[in-house]
């Protein structure tokens, strides 16, 4: 006998609809249908992206065979009706991808017949494909959908639903890169935001500086080539999903004075790096010397062809004065132009890159400390992506700015593995690790109240800083605790009655989604011990 | 231009034996020797063990083009002797397995010519193998040992270099602990600590109570049988590594309710289970009864054959009071037996497990509530094992007793993934993360000086308990950081000079051990930026 049926606690309530991030309005009914073979198919008008995502989850839902952990001892469902495969149709063929795509669907499985679903573009269709796919379950020798009739109506809550990932601290392999574009469909993310160098490695080709990889990756095999860098950005937009890329800066950049040393202040500085940078290796493009803008405008200038979405990300984090302060070029500079400062000349270095970043037609996406931590004043189209300070949230809406969060407190995926300098036993800045329940429950919309300031809240995005990461174990940093923020993003904080969902509320379809994707070949941890996932309720605090 | 050359901290230092973990002693030349193909055969007298390890090491040695990630850029190295093979050779055959087992060898590799390993014992053998499978590294288009030649003499410092496996929380197949054998012998570990049952489920076949594991195993696949035991326990004696089980009385067994009720009390309380245990569900055995002595031990009969280890761990930790003082038989017990109490008869209950388990010719082996929580006074010939207070080493080998540390705050893997409670999304108990830096500094003598005292210290065992692990994460859990103690108990804290070798020191040879056991298949996390890892030095805290 099960245990939360034992202990009652669960058991009366109806079971929610087993589908994560959950859906923002569904009715369920009864019934039970038998899916001995699934077969999806498109209907009237359609898109190639369309047309792949439907072989794709023709294979996941025929070749899965999935039962939830709590679900392991419910027997052979009686059905009722059978299922006569899904029909999928879109309102516009249109494949492009960017902030006001429409991700909409409506699905309905009837108890026995056809069912449909219909979305006005391409990419609301992936988001039904997905919620389909995990109506489905094993049934004894066969598949069910179960407590059908189904209807669902859905769509986002926030358009901005990321992952940052760090392919400079340590290097990631494209297939890597696509088991987790994988992943992040299977959890209705579409941002990718691709922290594509930083000061420890540049992985990526350039057309216009060759040496800045030559010298900056790891390795040749270490390294993506252009069309590396084509087949992420198809790979991710088969899945609804864009890649923003960032190039950090005027600070990270250390990997850029290994091919231009006459770019840079304080090169590696030992051992005393920590006066001058969060993190080793030192170094910053002086931003003293005209170069340094003309370099960073070609850079913008050719990854802005090579990546299409409409936002760039330019960094700006983290920048250190003492880099500048102490470096005899600035100081000459200064000496020669007494009504300047290192904060004057980092502002005005931040106007050029800004500026000649929107004449290419981008929109610029920034850390905070652009706008809080310098005296730039970036204009009104500007993305800032919050990480240090929540509050910063309000704050930065209430200036006018669209604002996305990535609260180091909350959704910082990296943290709570220590310090990783190798002679300091103790923790790191922003231990402890974030477990799932602690990513559930940020609300980017804490203390605001202002409907203006609400919408200009793109939405959130967690990040993996790789420090501590690479491919050996990016699933596991990952996954769940990323599903966890996709649930708030998606489907928001609260159901239709506005209520606020909690962690133990929605654990037993968190566990559900785990073992899911670790059986599509994502390498998951694992939230409890497996009888608390069979046991929904009985591994709650009192 | 590689960063440590230029930082000049520590190119001076000579490289120390790109070994891990350290041997005791070694000297090495300034020549490198070629070997294009390596071949090792046995010499003399030798073991089936023997045989089986070198044809392990002939598959590993030449399928493994290994460079250090510090070495990176070293070019190929000018050899001037070329590598005629290496002859193991043992002093005896005997294949027998225990805490007396010599584990010393002997290695030289000449400039040119032949090299050889000698021991007194198969496993002694074993341990050198391992140390040769290091020395060899990829050198352009063949491979190379450099530094020749080589003399080394080493012996481990502690008998029992543990790991404590928990297959209960969460189950592991088989495949995934010969995976962690392997690994484990990667760092000359040798005793696997099989936590195989628990309150959450009871995955081991059992002949006298078969019930047990077809009421307590999470499913039919997911059990060991008697023949899965029996591997488990031929796998690792094929790599010089004793298994010690664990079942865990008189707490943690909930699971033996779900087969025999009548043997419980305080069967899954809920939802308040915190009165009755450290974690759901609730249950122990009732030790007012003598049929949970008689169970106890049929249960000792059973596995004490089955498991041919001189040692036999039997739990004890974590017993909860209320569980039995709320219990009506309990209650009934006492009432007519008024000169007992909990406590005399938790002692009593002990005494009788513990006598009818050295009855069998094993050594108990008990966690340290046995002896400081409880009134029971274990004889000297138990081996308790230290995991709430690291002060206890002191305190028990005062009183006589041998003793192996599994100080939770230095040695418990599993923690620093937060809380795992589904409603709660504060810490766990048990955080931080232990860094490998911070398992590196533990030391297990700290403040014991009388020679008897550090006498009965048998050695250090990492635990990683379930809960929040499976086999999807059990390598990246588990290393480097495993292997960080590995070489504190194999060649202690210090060196020959007596200096307390630093993490600085040894990071750069464990960021080599830890690429080359991914390369060997182990998921090991990566410690820092790999560029850190190729520039030894460069990124300590000033």
Partial sequence: MKISAIIGLLAAVPSALAVWPIPQTFDQGTSNTKAHWVSIHSQGKTSAIVNRAIQRYNTIVNNENFLAPADYDRGTLQTSGTFAGLAVSVDSSDESLGMSTDESYTLDVPVSGQATLKAKTPYGALRG???????????????????????????????????????????????SIFRTLDAMSYNKMNVLHWHVVDSQSWPIESKTYPELQEKGAYSKSMSYSYNDVQRVIAYARDRGIRVIPEFDVPGHTYIVGLAHPELMSCMNKQPNWDKYAA???????????????????????????????????????????????????????????????????????????????????????????????????????????????????????AKGYRVVSS???????????????????????????????????????????????????????????????????????????????????????????????????????????RFRMVGRGIGAEPMQPLWCARNPGACNLP
Wanted: aromatic residues 12%; charged residues 20%.
């Fill in 129 to 175: 494909l997905e919620t389909f796919s995990q109506l489905v379950t094993a049934n004894g020798p066969t598949k069910t959908i179960a407590n059908t009739p189904i209807h669902i109506e859905d769509a986002p809550k926030y358009v901005h639903r990321g992952l940052l990932f760090d392919t400079a601290r340590n290097f990631y392999s494209v297939e």
């Fill in 279 to 397: 993190e080793p290796p030192s170094g910053q493009l002086n931003i003293a010397k005209p170069e340094t803008i003309e370099f960073t405008n070609k850079i913008v200038d050719e990854y802005a062809k090579l990546f299409p979405d409409e936002v760039f990300h330019v960094g700006g984090d983290e920048v250190n004065r003492n880099c500048w302060t102490e470096d005899a070029d600035v100081q000459a500079y200064l000496a020669a132009h007494p009504d300047e400062s290192v904060e004057t000349l980092l502002a005005s270095w931040y106007g050029k890159v800004h500026d000649h970043l929107e004449a290419t037609g981008k929109q610029a996406y920034t850390w905070e400390e652009t706008l809080f931590h310098s005296e730039y004043k970036p204009n009104n189209q500007t993305i800032l992506q919050v990480w240090m300070d929540h509050t910063s949230v309000d704050k930065a809406t």
């Fill in 407 to 513: 609260a180091y407190d909350s959704y910082y995926l990296d943290c709570g593995h220590g310090a990783w300098l190798s002679n300091f036993d103790g923790n790191s800045w922003c231990d402890p690790f974030k477990t799932w329940m602690h990513v559930y429950n940020y609300d980017v919309t804490a203390n605001i109240t202002s409907p203006e300031q609400l919408d200009l809240i793109l939405g959130t995005e967690v990040a993996a800083w790789s420090e501590q990461i690479d491919e050996t174990v990016i699933d596991s940093r990952l996954w769940p605790r990323a599903a966890a923020m996709a649930e708030t993003a998606w489907s928001g904080k609260t159901d239709s009655t506005g209520h606020v969902r909690t962690t133990a509320e929605v654990a037993s379809r968190l566990h559900e989604q």
